[in-house]
């Protein structure tokens, strides 16, 4: 509560200052948008921010923070057949040896749930053990209206894997603070070279070639919940965080967000 407080002072007192321009929300083709100033979190747009919608694979942003969290992220395992699934996938194949750190790159670039899976395997112990770490860490950050169910944000039968644009932004903020995060979400292609496998990795993130200033973070889609972004974007000095979940126009909507915001001159 205390952050969002923060983030509405934060807004009023940009807006008072009269480096707001109204956008008119019909313009963007999202059913629910943030964006905010990556700093200081303060809310420049906002459409249906605070609605509880299904993120797609944007979960792997909390995936991914959890697993730059732990130590010898170099440490070579053995993938376990359990870990493999459905979807986009990283190529991972039973008795490969890979590290997190290998993972965190086939999370991030081609969204691959079978890394996310694996990564939960590593340092939960089973895949729902890790889901309790991910809830914990919601709780922690202050994430109020954020539940997770899978790793990898595949759809599940409960409905209860669940955020807002809001918490998925300050959630982004936190994450994009971590350099190797920042590193692994800001690649466009990768060459993992494991003791006895190899994999060619390709970010699914158009906008680091689409907008100037892209940075990342997280591309994101399942028939529930569909389209999702999580992007930010450094111009002049600046830096903006945009989410928008369920948007037909991702692309267009997010770029066209930063240069009505974040001008290039």
């Known amino acids: 509560m205390k952050r969002f407080l923060s983030f509405a002072l934060c807004f009023a007192i940009t807006l008072f200052c009269g480096n707001i321009f109204k956008v008119n929300a019909q313009e963007i083709s999202a059913e629910s948008c943030v964006l905010i100033e990556a700093d200081s979190g303060a809310v420049v747009y906002n459409k249906n921010d605070e609605e509880q919608r299904q993120m797609a694979s944007t979960t792997k942003i909390m995936t991914t923070l959890i697993a730059l969290e732990q130590d010898n992220l170099t440490e070579e395992f053995p993938v376990e057949k359990s870990a493999l699934t459905e979807g986009s996938c990283m190529g991972l194949k039973e008795g490969d040896k890979v590290s997190l750190l290998d993972l965190c790159y086939g999370m991030m670039l081609p969204s691959g749930n079978d890394a996310a899976n694996m990564t939960a395997i590593r340092i939960g112990g089973s895949i729902e053990n890790f889901v309790e770490i991910m809830n914990e860490k919601a709780k922690t950050l202050g994430l109020e209206h954020t539940h997770f169910v899978t790793p990898s944000g595949l759809d599940d039968d409960t409905d209860q894997h669940y955020s807002t644009a809001l918490d998925m932004a300050y959630l982004a903020s936190v994450a994009i603070k971590n350099p ?75 770029m066209a967000l930063y240069d009505r915001y974040l001008p290039t001159n």
């Open 180 to 254: 190797l995060f920042r590193q692994i979400c800001f690649t466009q292609n990768k060459h993992i070279v494991t003791s006895n496998a190899e994999y060619w990795l390709k970010n699914t993130n158009k906008l680091l070639k689409l907008c100037d200033g892209a940075v990342g973070i997280k591309t994101g889609f399942t028939d529930k919940a569909g389209r999702c972004l999580v992007s930010m974007c450094e111009r002049g000095g600046n830096a903006m965080i945009c989410v928008t979940l369920s948007d037909r126009d991702d692309w267009n909507d997010h």
